[in-house]
Protein backbone atom coordinates (compact mmCIF):
# COMPACT_ATOMS: atom_id res chain seq x y z
CA UNK A 1 0.00 0.00 0.00
CA UNK A 2 1.10 3.35 -0.70
CA UNK A 3 2.22 6.02 2.22
CA UNK A 4 -0.63 7.88 3.71
CA UNK A 5 -0.06 11.92 3.25
CA UNK A 6 -0.46 13.45 6.40
CA UNK A 7 -2.78 16.29 7.62
CA UNK A 8 0.59 18.24 8.32
CA UNK A 9 2.26 17.88 4.79
CA UNK A 10 -1.25 18.39 3.14
CA UNK A 11 -1.46 22.17 5.02
CA UNK A 12 2.13 22.87 4.52
CA UNK A 13 2.02 21.93 0.60
CA UNK A 14 -1.61 24.19 0.39
CA UNK A 15 0.19 27.12 2.31
CA UNK A 16 3.77 27.03 0.56
CA UNK A 17 1.52 27.58 -3.11
CA UNK A 18 -0.20 30.10 -1.17
CA UNK A 19 3.00 31.64 0.18
CA UNK A 20 4.62 31.39 -3.68
CA UNK A 21 1.76 33.11 -5.30
CA UNK A 22 1.47 35.94 -3.04
CA UNK A 23 4.97 36.26 -3.27
CA UNK A 24 7.02 34.92 -6.16
CA UNK A 25 10.73 36.07 -5.20
CA UNK A 26 10.24 33.97 -2.08
CA UNK A 27 9.34 30.99 -3.91
CA UNK A 28 10.17 28.39 -2.09
CA UNK A 29 9.11 29.38 1.38
CA UNK A 30 8.40 27.46 4.79
CA UNK A 31 5.32 28.13 6.45
CA UNK A 32 6.83 26.76 9.53
CA UNK A 33 3.46 25.27 10.29
CA UNK A 34 3.21 23.92 13.49
CA UNK A 35 0.27 22.32 15.83
CA UNK A 36 -1.53 24.54 18.20
CA UNK A 37 -4.05 24.90 20.99
CA UNK A 38 -5.46 27.95 19.35
CA UNK A 39 -6.58 26.02 15.84
CA UNK A 40 -5.39 23.11 14.41
CA UNK A 41 -1.86 24.01 13.06
CA UNK A 42 -0.52 27.90 13.20
CA UNK A 43 1.92 29.00 10.91
CA UNK A 44 4.11 31.70 11.65
CA UNK A 45 6.50 31.86 8.43
CA UNK A 46 5.03 34.71 7.07
CA UNK A 47 6.82 36.81 9.74
CA UNK A 48 10.24 36.21 8.54
CA UNK A 49 9.35 36.89 4.71
CA UNK A 50 7.94 39.94 5.05
CA UNK A 51 10.68 41.36 7.14
CA UNK A 52 12.97 40.27 4.19
CA UNK A 53 10.64 41.48 1.60
CA UNK A 54 9.96 45.07 3.42
CA UNK A 55 6.23 43.83 3.47
CA UNK A 56 3.49 44.15 5.87
CA UNK A 57 3.20 40.85 7.39
CA UNK A 58 -0.40 41.38 8.66
CA UNK A 59 -0.91 42.25 4.83
CA UNK A 60 1.14 39.81 3.02
CA UNK A 61 -1.30 37.24 5.48
CA UNK A 62 -4.56 38.15 4.70
CA UNK A 63 -2.71 37.86 0.83
CA UNK A 64 -1.78 34.21 1.19
CA UNK A 65 -5.31 33.88 2.90
CA UNK A 66 -7.09 34.25 -0.34
CA UNK A 67 -4.73 32.34 -2.22
CA UNK A 68 -5.14 29.44 -0.23
CA UNK A 69 -6.62 26.57 -1.68
CA UNK A 70 -9.62 25.14 0.93
CA UNK A 71 -11.13 22.40 -0.67
CA UNK A 72 -12.07 19.51 1.67
CA UNK A 73 -8.96 20.00 4.12
CA UNK A 74 -8.85 23.54 4.85
CA UNK A 75 -12.12 24.69 6.85
CA UNK A 76 -10.73 27.82 8.15
CA UNK A 77 -8.13 29.70 7.63
CA UNK A 78 -7.81 33.23 9.77
CA UNK A 79 -4.83 36.10 10.35
CA UNK A 80 -3.94 36.24 13.82
CA UNK A 81 -1.81 38.56 15.49
CA UNK A 82 0.82 40.40 13.17
CA UNK A 83 0.45 37.89 10.77
CA UNK A 84 0.39 34.20 11.91
CA UNK A 85 -2.31 31.93 10.48
CA UNK A 86 -4.49 29.58 12.35
CA UNK A 87 -5.91 27.05 10.33
CA UNK A 88 -8.98 24.68 10.93
CA UNK A 89 -9.28 21.05 9.35
CA UNK A 90 -12.38 19.79 8.37
CA UNK A 91 -13.40 17.13 10.45
CA UNK A 92 -14.11 14.77 7.20
CA UNK A 93 -10.60 15.24 6.44
CA UNK A 94 -9.26 13.77 9.61
CA UNK A 95 -11.75 10.93 9.29
CA UNK A 96 -10.87 9.76 5.66
CA UNK A 97 -6.95 10.17 6.62
CA UNK A 98 -7.47 7.79 9.42
CA UNK A 99 -9.34 5.38 6.95
CA UNK A 100 -6.15 5.18 4.78
CA UNK A 101 -4.55 4.51 7.45
CA UNK A 102 -6.45 2.03 9.02
CA UNK A 103 -6.67 0.55 5.87
CA UNK A 104 -2.82 -0.19 5.40
CA UNK A 105 -3.17 -3.95 5.17
CA UNK A 106 0.98 -4.26 5.69
CA UNK A 107 1.03 -3.06 9.13
CA UNK A 108 2.50 0.05 8.99
CA UNK A 109 -0.39 2.71 9.63
CA UNK A 110 0.73 4.22 6.10
CA UNK A 111 4.02 5.72 7.76
CA UNK A 112 6.68 5.94 5.10
CA UNK A 113 10.12 4.53 4.49
CA UNK A 114 12.62 7.05 4.61
CA UNK A 115 13.64 8.43 1.19
CA UNK A 116 17.19 7.79 1.07
CA UNK A 117 17.82 4.51 3.73
CA UNK A 118 21.52 3.62 3.90
CA UNK A 119 23.27 1.10 6.40
CA UNK A 120 23.77 1.82 10.02
CA UNK A 121 25.71 -0.13 12.22
CA UNK A 122 24.57 0.29 15.83
CA UNK A 123 27.44 -0.31 18.66
CA UNK A 124 25.50 -1.20 21.78
CA UNK A 125 24.94 -3.67 25.11
CA UNK A 126 28.71 -4.58 25.11
CA UNK A 127 28.78 -6.84 28.45
CA UNK A 128 32.48 -8.08 29.01
CA UNK A 129 33.05 -12.02 28.96
CA UNK A 130 33.36 -13.56 32.49
CA UNK A 131 31.75 -10.71 34.55
CA UNK A 132 28.42 -10.66 35.03
CA UNK A 133 26.09 -7.78 33.45
CA UNK A 134 24.95 -4.91 36.09
CA UNK A 135 22.38 -2.08 35.98
CA UNK A 136 25.23 0.49 34.20
CA UNK A 137 24.75 -2.33 30.75
CA UNK A 138 20.70 -1.59 30.99
CA UNK A 139 21.14 1.71 29.33
CA UNK A 140 23.15 0.50 26.15
CA UNK A 141 21.07 -2.55 25.83
CA UNK A 142 17.49 -0.80 26.05
CA UNK A 143 18.49 2.48 23.62
CA UNK A 144 20.32 0.79 21.24
CA UNK A 145 17.84 -2.04 20.47
CA UNK A 146 15.14 0.70 20.04
CA UNK A 147 16.89 3.07 18.47
CA UNK A 148 18.11 -0.18 15.82
CA UNK A 149 14.05 -1.25 15.46
CA UNK A 150 13.02 2.55 14.97
CA UNK A 151 15.52 2.63 12.37
CA UNK A 152 14.79 -0.70 10.29
CA UNK A 153 11.09 0.40 10.23
CA UNK A 154 11.69 3.33 8.49
CA UNK A 155 14.06 0.97 5.84
CA UNK A 156 17.16 1.66 6.92
CA UNK A 157 19.37 -1.63 6.52
CA UNK A 158 21.06 -1.96 10.41
CA UNK A 159 23.63 -4.20 11.25
CA UNK A 160 23.62 -4.98 15.40
CA UNK A 161 27.23 -5.24 16.42
CA UNK A 162 27.61 -6.19 20.08
CA UNK A 163 31.46 -5.27 21.25
CA UNK A 164 31.61 -7.85 24.12
CA UNK A 165 35.61 -7.33 26.08
CA UNK A 166 36.73 -10.99 25.14
CA UNK A 167 40.25 -9.97 24.86
CA UNK A 168 43.41 -8.32 26.85
CA UNK A 169 45.57 -8.83 30.09
CA UNK A 170 42.54 -9.75 31.99
CA UNK A 171 41.84 -13.05 30.21
CA UNK A 172 45.56 -13.83 30.73
CA UNK A 173 44.92 -12.94 34.66
CA UNK A 174 42.01 -15.29 33.94
CA UNK A 175 43.87 -18.17 32.47
CA UNK A 176 47.08 -18.21 34.41
CA UNK A 177 44.67 -17.99 37.78
CA UNK A 178 42.62 -21.17 36.44
CA UNK A 179 45.87 -23.11 35.73
CA UNK A 180 47.09 -22.80 39.33
CA UNK A 181 43.60 -22.96 40.78
CA UNK A 182 42.02 -25.47 38.94
CA UNK A 183 39.43 -26.52 41.40
CA UNK A 184 37.77 -23.00 41.48
CA UNK A 185 35.32 -23.33 38.70
CA UNK A 186 33.91 -26.30 38.50
CA UNK A 187 33.76 -27.30 34.70
CA UNK A 188 31.59 -30.05 34.93
CA UNK A 189 28.85 -27.72 35.43
CA UNK A 190 29.26 -27.18 31.48
CA UNK A 191 26.34 -30.17 30.78
CA UNK A 192 23.80 -28.06 32.60
CA UNK A 193 24.76 -24.50 31.12
CA UNK A 194 21.72 -24.35 28.90
CA UNK A 195 19.33 -24.52 32.54
CA UNK A 196 22.00 -22.35 34.71
CA UNK A 197 23.53 -19.57 32.68
CA UNK A 198 23.35 -17.30 35.57
CA UNK A 199 25.14 -19.94 37.96
CA UNK A 200 28.12 -20.56 35.61
CA UNK A 201 28.11 -16.87 34.93
CA UNK A 202 28.06 -16.05 38.81
CA UNK A 203 31.04 -18.65 39.10
CA UNK A 204 32.92 -16.99 36.24
CA UNK A 205 32.51 -13.49 37.98
CA UNK A 206 33.54 -15.08 41.20
CA UNK A 207 36.91 -16.35 39.41
CA UNK A 208 37.36 -13.24 37.98
CA UNK A 209 37.39 -11.29 41.37
CA UNK A 210 39.64 -13.86 42.65
CA UNK A 211 42.22 -13.20 40.11
CA UNK A 212 42.03 -9.73 40.29
CA UNK A 213 42.67 -9.53 43.62
CA UNK A 214 45.68 -11.95 43.18
CA UNK A 215 47.08 -9.68 40.56
CA UNK A 216 47.00 -7.07 42.09
CA UNK A 217 48.69 -8.11 45.25
CA UNK A 218 51.32 -10.09 43.95
CA UNK A 219 54.01 -8.78 41.11
CA UNK A 220 55.48 -12.62 40.59
CA UNK A 221 51.98 -14.04 39.54
CA UNK A 222 51.73 -10.55 37.77
CA UNK A 223 54.32 -11.08 35.64
CA UNK A 224 53.21 -14.92 34.73
CA UNK A 225 49.38 -13.65 34.14
CA UNK A 226 51.17 -10.99 31.51
CA UNK A 227 53.20 -14.05 29.56
CA UNK A 228 50.40 -15.84 29.34
CA UNK A 229 48.45 -12.79 27.58
CA UNK A 230 51.76 -13.29 25.18
CA UNK A 231 50.77 -17.03 24.99
CA UNK A 232 46.86 -16.46 23.65
CA UNK A 233 47.69 -13.22 21.06
CA UNK A 234 50.52 -16.04 19.82
CA UNK A 235 47.76 -18.46 19.65
CA UNK A 236 49.00 -20.87 21.89
CA UNK A 237 46.22 -23.91 21.42
CA UNK A 238 45.66 -24.66 24.85
CA UNK A 239 45.66 -21.06 26.24
CA UNK A 240 43.16 -20.13 23.30
CA UNK A 241 40.82 -23.15 24.50
CA UNK A 242 40.62 -21.97 27.99
CA UNK A 243 39.99 -18.69 26.56
CA UNK A 244 37.21 -19.88 24.39
CA UNK A 245 35.82 -21.91 27.32
CA UNK A 246 35.40 -18.52 28.99
CA UNK A 247 33.90 -16.88 25.96
CA UNK A 248 30.94 -19.60 24.99
CA UNK A 249 30.19 -19.67 28.88
CA UNK A 250 29.67 -15.91 28.99
CA UNK A 251 27.64 -16.06 25.71
CA UNK A 252 25.37 -18.64 26.90
CA UNK A 253 24.73 -16.27 30.51
CA UNK A 254 24.23 -12.77 27.44
CA UNK A 255 22.02 -14.62 25.93
CA UNK A 256 19.79 -15.44 28.95
CA UNK A 257 19.84 -11.92 30.29
CA UNK A 258 18.55 -10.89 26.91
CA UNK A 259 15.82 -13.23 26.87
CA UNK A 260 14.62 -11.83 29.88
CA UNK A 261 15.20 -8.08 29.13
CA UNK A 262 12.73 -9.75 25.99
CA UNK A 263 15.54 -8.52 23.22
CA UNK A 264 16.51 -11.11 20.27
CA UNK A 265 20.35 -11.07 20.35
CA UNK A 266 21.88 -13.31 17.55
CA UNK A 267 25.15 -14.96 17.79
CA UNK A 268 26.54 -13.14 14.54
CA UNK A 269 26.45 -9.73 15.85
CA UNK A 270 28.84 -10.63 18.59
CA UNK A 271 32.32 -9.87 17.50
CA UNK A 272 34.02 -8.83 20.24
CA UNK A 273 37.33 -7.41 20.62
CA UNK A 274 39.04 -10.50 19.84
CA UNK A 275 37.73 -10.37 16.38
CA UNK A 276 40.08 -7.22 14.94
CA UNK A 277 43.10 -8.69 16.42
CA UNK A 278 43.72 -9.44 12.77
CA UNK A 279 43.59 -5.91 11.78
CA UNK A 280 45.23 -4.42 14.60
CA UNK A 281 48.53 -4.18 12.95
CA UNK A 282 48.09 -2.97 9.65
CA UNK A 283 46.07 -0.08 11.41
CA UNK A 284 48.80 0.98 13.16
CA UNK A 285 51.31 0.98 10.01
CA UNK A 286 48.51 2.77 8.15
CA UNK A 287 47.76 5.63 10.42
CA UNK A 288 52.03 5.70 11.13
CA UNK A 289 52.69 5.61 7.41
CA UNK A 290 49.80 8.84 6.95
CA UNK A 291 51.64 10.46 9.54
CA UNK A 292 48.33 10.51 11.50
CA UNK A 293 50.06 8.88 14.55
CA UNK A 294 53.31 9.60 15.91
CA UNK A 295 55.94 7.54 17.94
CA UNK A 296 56.40 9.53 21.03
CA UNK A 297 58.67 7.79 24.12
CA UNK A 298 57.82 4.50 22.51
CA UNK A 299 54.06 4.26 21.62
CA UNK A 300 52.30 4.84 18.72
CA UNK A 301 50.29 8.42 19.45
CA UNK A 302 47.90 11.10 17.75
CA UNK A 303 47.95 14.05 19.76
CA UNK A 304 45.25 16.96 19.06
CA UNK A 305 45.52 20.83 19.89
CA UNK A 306 42.50 21.06 21.57
CA UNK A 307 42.75 18.38 23.93
CA UNK A 308 44.86 18.66 27.17
CA UNK A 309 45.22 17.33 30.45
CA UNK A 310 44.80 19.27 33.57
CA UNK A 311 48.50 20.36 33.67
CA UNK A 312 48.25 21.72 29.90
CA UNK A 313 50.18 19.12 28.41
CA UNK A 314 48.29 17.61 25.20
CA UNK A 315 46.64 14.48 26.12
CA UNK A 316 47.29 11.83 23.08
CA UNK A 317 45.20 8.90 21.81
CA UNK A 318 47.78 5.62 22.27
CA UNK A 319 46.95 3.34 19.59
CA UNK A 320 49.75 1.00 20.40
CA UNK A 321 51.93 1.05 23.79
CA UNK A 322 55.53 1.35 24.13
CA UNK A 323 55.75 -2.55 24.87
CA UNK A 324 54.11 -3.38 21.72
CA UNK A 325 50.50 -3.96 23.04
CA UNK A 326 47.32 -2.54 21.56
CA UNK A 327 44.64 -0.35 23.39
CA UNK A 328 41.51 -0.05 23.05
CA UNK A 329 41.93 3.39 20.35
CA UNK A 330 43.38 -0.19 18.44
CA UNK A 331 40.83 -1.80 18.26
CA UNK A 332 38.38 1.08 17.98
CA UNK A 333 39.67 1.99 14.61
CA UNK A 334 40.16 -1.40 13.39
CA UNK A 335 36.44 -2.12 13.65
CA UNK A 336 35.73 1.00 12.10
CA UNK A 337 37.58 0.21 9.13
CA UNK A 338 36.11 -2.95 8.65
CA UNK A 339 32.39 -1.32 9.33
CA UNK A 340 33.42 1.40 7.20
CA UNK A 341 34.89 -0.94 4.00
CA UNK A 342 33.38 -4.30 4.55
CA UNK A 343 29.84 -3.29 5.85
CA UNK A 344 29.54 -0.65 3.33
CA UNK A 345 27.96 1.58 6.10
CA UNK A 346 27.02 5.00 6.19
CA UNK A 347 26.67 5.34 9.94
CA UNK A 348 28.03 4.16 13.04
CA UNK A 349 26.62 4.73 15.90
CA UNK A 350 28.02 3.75 19.60
CA UNK A 351 25.33 3.85 21.94
CA UNK A 352 27.92 4.12 24.80
CA UNK A 353 28.03 5.92 28.65
CA UNK A 354 28.90 9.77 28.29
CA UNK A 355 31.75 8.98 30.22
CA UNK A 356 34.03 7.67 27.56
CA UNK A 357 32.96 10.30 25.46
CA UNK A 358 36.36 12.33 25.33
CA UNK A 359 37.55 8.71 24.23
CA UNK A 360 35.26 8.55 21.08
CA UNK A 361 36.13 11.87 20.73
CA UNK A 362 39.59 10.95 19.47
CA UNK A 363 38.86 7.71 17.80
CA UNK A 364 36.37 9.44 15.18
CA UNK A 365 38.65 12.86 14.94
CA UNK A 366 41.51 9.93 14.58
CA UNK A 367 39.37 8.12 11.54
CA UNK A 368 39.16 11.55 10.05
CA UNK A 369 42.11 12.50 9.32
CA UNK A 370 43.25 8.76 8.18
CA UNK A 371 40.21 9.07 5.71
CA UNK A 372 38.07 6.61 6.63
CA UNK A 373 35.55 8.82 7.98
CA UNK A 374 33.94 11.80 6.43
CA UNK A 375 30.83 13.75 7.03
CA UNK A 376 29.54 14.16 3.90
CA UNK A 377 29.54 10.53 3.04
CA UNK A 378 30.30 8.52 6.46
CA UNK A 379 29.73 9.40 9.45
CA UNK A 380 30.30 8.46 12.97
CA UNK A 381 28.31 9.42 16.33
CA UNK A 382 28.30 8.73 20.40
CA UNK A 383 24.90 8.16 21.55
CA UNK A 384 26.05 9.66 25.07
CA UNK A 385 23.63 7.89 27.87
CA UNK A 386 23.52 9.26 31.51
CA UNK A 387 23.63 6.87 34.47
CA UNK A 388 20.99 5.14 36.48
CA UNK A 389 20.70 6.77 39.89
CA UNK A 390 18.99 5.29 43.05
CA UNK A 391 16.17 7.24 44.70
CA UNK A 392 18.74 9.16 46.82
CA UNK A 393 20.05 10.71 43.46
CA UNK A 394 23.07 8.77 43.22
CA UNK A 395 24.72 5.93 41.57
CA UNK A 396 22.38 2.80 41.87
CA UNK A 397 24.02 0.46 44.43
CA UNK A 398 23.28 -2.69 46.48
CA UNK A 399 23.18 -1.67 50.43
CA UNK A 400 26.69 -2.99 50.54
CA UNK A 401 27.69 -0.41 48.08
CA UNK A 402 28.58 -2.80 45.04
CA UNK A 403 26.80 -2.29 41.84
CA UNK A 404 23.39 -3.87 41.01
CA UNK A 405 23.17 -7.04 39.48
CA UNK A 406 21.17 -6.69 36.09
CA UNK A 407 19.19 -10.15 36.48
CA UNK A 408 18.61 -9.04 40.13
CA UNK A 409 16.73 -5.50 39.21
CA UNK A 410 14.96 -7.10 36.50
CA UNK A 411 13.60 -10.24 38.95
CA UNK A 412 12.15 -8.11 40.99
CA UNK A 413 10.24 -5.49 38.82
CA UNK A 414 8.98 -9.08 37.32
CA UNK A 415 7.73 -9.49 40.97
CA UNK A 416 6.54 -6.26 41.77
CA UNK A 417 4.86 -5.83 37.84
CA UNK A 418 3.31 -10.07 38.86
CA UNK A 419 1.81 -8.62 42.21
CA UNK A 420 0.12 -5.67 40.49
CA UNK A 421 -1.43 -7.77 37.75
CA UNK A 422 -2.16 -10.37 40.15
CA UNK A 423 -4.82 -7.90 42.08
CA UNK A 424 -6.43 -6.81 38.60
CA UNK A 425 -6.56 -10.43 37.36
CA UNK A 426 -9.53 -12.25 39.36
CA UNK A 427 -11.97 -9.01 37.46
CA UNK A 428 -10.44 -9.92 33.93
CA UNK A 429 -10.69 -13.54 34.15
CA UNK A 430 -6.67 -14.34 33.79
CA UNK A 431 -5.61 -17.92 34.06
CA UNK A 432 -2.20 -18.21 35.94
CA UNK A 433 0.12 -18.87 33.04
CA UNK A 434 -1.61 -15.40 31.89
CA UNK A 435 -0.65 -13.58 35.02
CA UNK A 436 2.83 -15.28 34.75
CA UNK A 437 3.48 -13.77 31.11
CA UNK A 438 1.80 -10.28 31.84
CA UNK A 439 3.53 -10.15 35.09
CA UNK A 440 6.90 -10.71 33.06
CA UNK A 441 6.02 -8.28 30.11
CA UNK A 442 4.59 -5.47 32.40
CA UNK A 443 8.12 -5.72 34.58
CA UNK A 444 10.70 -5.80 31.76
CA UNK A 445 8.12 -3.16 30.11
CA UNK A 446 8.73 -0.93 33.17
CA UNK A 447 12.05 -0.58 32.63
CA UNK A 448 12.60 -0.48 29.75
CA UNK A 449 10.40 2.71 29.30
CA UNK A 450 11.49 4.58 32.41
CA UNK A 451 14.46 4.34 30.70
CA UNK A 452 13.31 4.96 27.15
CA UNK A 453 10.54 8.03 28.21
CA UNK A 454 14.27 10.13 29.22
CA UNK A 455 16.26 11.75 27.49
CA UNK A 456 19.21 9.16 26.64
CA UNK A 457 21.75 12.51 27.79
CA UNK A 458 20.45 12.69 31.13
CA UNK A 459 20.50 10.79 34.25
CA UNK A 460 17.36 8.98 35.89
CA UNK A 461 16.08 7.75 39.39
CA UNK A 462 15.44 3.68 39.44
CA UNK A 463 12.20 3.67 41.50
CA UNK A 464 10.75 0.54 40.85
CA UNK A 465 7.30 2.02 42.94
CA UNK A 466 6.88 4.41 40.05
CA UNK A 467 7.34 2.49 36.98
CA UNK A 468 4.67 -0.23 37.81
CA UNK A 469 2.06 2.38 38.69
CA UNK A 470 -1.03 2.10 36.82
CA UNK A 471 -0.79 6.09 36.86
CA UNK A 472 1.36 8.74 35.16
CA UNK A 473 3.74 8.36 32.17
CA UNK A 474 4.71 4.62 33.20
CA UNK A 475 4.39 1.75 30.54
CA UNK A 476 1.84 0.42 32.58
CA UNK A 477 -0.81 2.65 32.09
CA UNK A 478 0.11 2.42 28.63
CA UNK A 479 -0.55 -1.44 28.42
CA UNK A 480 -3.65 -0.80 30.62
CA UNK A 481 -4.99 1.21 27.67
CA UNK A 482 -3.95 -1.10 24.96
CA UNK A 483 -6.17 -3.91 27.06
CA UNK A 484 -8.79 -1.24 27.51
CA UNK A 485 -9.55 -1.20 23.81
CA UNK A 486 -9.20 -4.48 23.59
CA UNK A 487 -11.83 -5.17 25.73
CA UNK A 488 -14.19 -2.84 24.18
CA UNK A 489 -13.73 -4.37 20.88
CA UNK A 490 -14.68 -7.92 22.43
CA UNK A 491 -18.03 -6.19 24.25
CA UNK A 492 -18.84 -4.36 21.15
CA UNK A 493 -20.47 -7.80 19.29
CA UNK A 494 -22.23 -7.24 16.13
CA UNK A 495 -20.96 -3.62 15.89
CA UNK A 496 -17.48 -3.35 13.74
CA UNK A 497 -15.15 -0.90 13.32
CA UNK A 498 -16.03 1.55 10.55
CA UNK A 499 -14.91 5.01 9.57
CA UNK A 500 -17.86 7.48 8.63
CA UNK A 501 -15.99 10.95 7.19
CA UNK A 502 -19.64 12.28 6.62
CA UNK A 503 -19.83 12.78 10.92
CA UNK A 504 -19.40 15.59 12.94
CA UNK A 505 -16.31 15.03 15.31
CA UNK A 506 -16.28 15.92 18.96
CA UNK A 507 -13.45 17.58 20.26
CA UNK A 508 -11.55 14.84 22.00
CA UNK A 509 -12.34 13.02 18.55
CA UNK A 510 -10.66 15.42 16.74
CA UNK A 511 -7.71 15.68 19.15
CA UNK A 512 -7.32 11.85 19.23
CA UNK A 513 -7.31 12.23 15.25
CA UNK A 514 -5.42 14.50 14.86
CA UNK A 515 -2.70 13.09 16.80
CA UNK A 516 -3.46 9.63 15.28
CA UNK A 517 -2.07 11.45 11.84
CA UNK A 518 1.41 12.57 13.83
CA UNK A 519 2.58 9.27 13.83
CA UNK A 520 4.46 8.89 10.92
CA UNK A 521 6.26 12.29 11.19
CA UNK A 522 7.12 11.40 14.97
CA UNK A 523 8.74 8.11 13.73
CA UNK A 524 11.01 9.94 10.87
CA UNK A 525 11.52 12.89 13.48
CA UNK A 526 12.92 10.14 16.04
CA UNK A 527 14.66 8.07 13.57
CA UNK A 528 16.68 11.66 12.24
CA UNK A 529 17.74 12.20 16.17
CA UNK A 530 18.01 8.83 17.71
CA UNK A 531 15.57 10.13 19.96
CA UNK A 532 13.66 7.24 21.33
CA UNK A 533 12.34 9.76 24.45
CA UNK A 534 10.49 11.16 21.34
CA UNK A 535 8.37 8.28 20.80
CA UNK A 536 8.17 7.63 23.99
CA UNK A 537 6.05 11.32 24.66
CA UNK A 538 4.08 10.41 21.40
CA UNK A 539 2.50 7.14 22.91
CA UNK A 540 2.09 8.65 26.42
CA UNK A 541 -0.16 11.39 25.15
CA UNK A 542 -1.81 9.67 22.74
CA UNK A 543 -3.06 7.58 25.93
CA UNK A 544 -3.76 10.83 27.57
CA UNK A 545 -6.09 11.79 24.74
CA UNK A 546 -7.69 8.30 24.90
CA UNK A 547 -8.27 8.80 28.75
CA UNK A 548 -9.84 12.36 27.56
CA UNK A 549 -12.03 10.42 24.68
CA UNK A 550 -13.34 7.73 27.04
CA UNK A 551 -14.43 10.48 29.67
CA UNK A 552 -16.16 12.50 26.71
CA UNK A 553 -17.50 10.14 24.22
CA UNK A 554 -18.63 6.78 25.30
CA UNK A 555 -18.24 4.06 22.67
CA UNK A 556 -20.40 1.35 23.17
CA UNK A 557 -23.57 3.38 24.22
CA UNK A 558 -27.35 2.58 23.74
CA UNK A 559 -28.38 6.35 23.12
CA UNK A 560 -25.48 6.55 19.85
CA UNK A 561 -26.47 6.05 16.40
CA UNK A 562 -24.98 3.22 14.81
CA UNK A 563 -22.61 5.05 12.69
CA UNK A 564 -21.43 6.76 16.22
CA UNK A 565 -20.60 3.74 17.65
CA UNK A 566 -18.85 2.58 14.55
CA UNK A 567 -16.92 5.33 13.87
CA UNK A 568 -15.88 5.49 17.75
CA UNK A 569 -14.93 1.82 17.46
CA UNK A 570 -12.93 2.85 14.37
CA UNK A 571 -11.14 5.58 16.43
CA UNK A 572 -10.31 3.58 19.21
CA UNK A 573 -9.06 0.36 17.40
CA UNK A 574 -6.73 2.58 15.09
CA UNK A 575 -5.53 4.02 18.80
CA UNK A 576 -4.87 0.62 19.89
CA UNK A 577 -2.72 -0.60 16.50
CA UNK A 578 -0.51 2.77 16.87
CA UNK A 579 0.20 2.35 20.54
CA UNK A 580 0.77 -1.19 20.22
CA UNK A 581 3.33 -0.66 17.29
CA UNK A 582 4.66 2.49 19.19
CA UNK A 583 5.27 0.28 22.35
CA UNK A 584 6.99 -2.74 19.95
CA UNK A 585 9.40 -0.01 18.51
CA UNK A 586 10.28 0.66 22.17
CA UNK A 587 10.59 -2.95 22.23
CA UNK A 588 7.78 -3.22 25.12
CA UNK A 589 4.73 -5.88 24.88
CA UNK A 590 1.23 -4.66 24.66
CA UNK A 591 -0.89 -8.03 26.59
CA UNK A 592 -4.73 -8.01 25.02
CA UNK A 593 -5.82 -8.75 28.56
CA UNK A 594 -4.50 -6.91 32.00
Request: aromatic share 8%.
Given at each position: MAPVTSLTASVHQRLATALSAALPEAAPADPLLRRSDRADFQANGILALAKKAKANPRELATQVVTQVESGDVIKDIEVSG???LNITITDKAITQNLAERYADTDGRLGVPYAEHPGTTVIDYAQPNVAKEMHVGHLRSAVIGDAVAQILEFTGENVVRRHHIGDWGTQFGMLIQYLEEHPHEL?????????????????NLDRLYKAARKLFDSDDEF?????????????GDPRTLATWQKFVDESKIYFFSVFEKLDMEIQDPDIVGESGYNDMLAETCRLLEESGVAVRSEGALCVFFDDIKGPDGNPVPLIVQKSDGGYGYAATDLSAIRDRVFNLKSNTLLYVVDARQ?????MV?????RAGWLNDDDVKALQLAFGTVLGKDGKPFKTR???TVRLVDLLDEAIDRATTVVREKAEKVGLAEQEIVENGRYVGVGAVKYADLSTSAVRDYKFDLDQM???????????????????????????ARPVAHPELELAPAERALGLHLDQFGETIAEVAAGYEPHKLAAYVYKLATLLTTFYDQCQVLSADNAPEVVENRLFLVDLTARTLHQGMALLGIRTPERL
Open positions: PGFDHRQGEDLQQSGEQAMSKTRARRRVVDLQASLHFKFETAREGEVSLSGDTSVYLQYAYARIQSILRKAGE
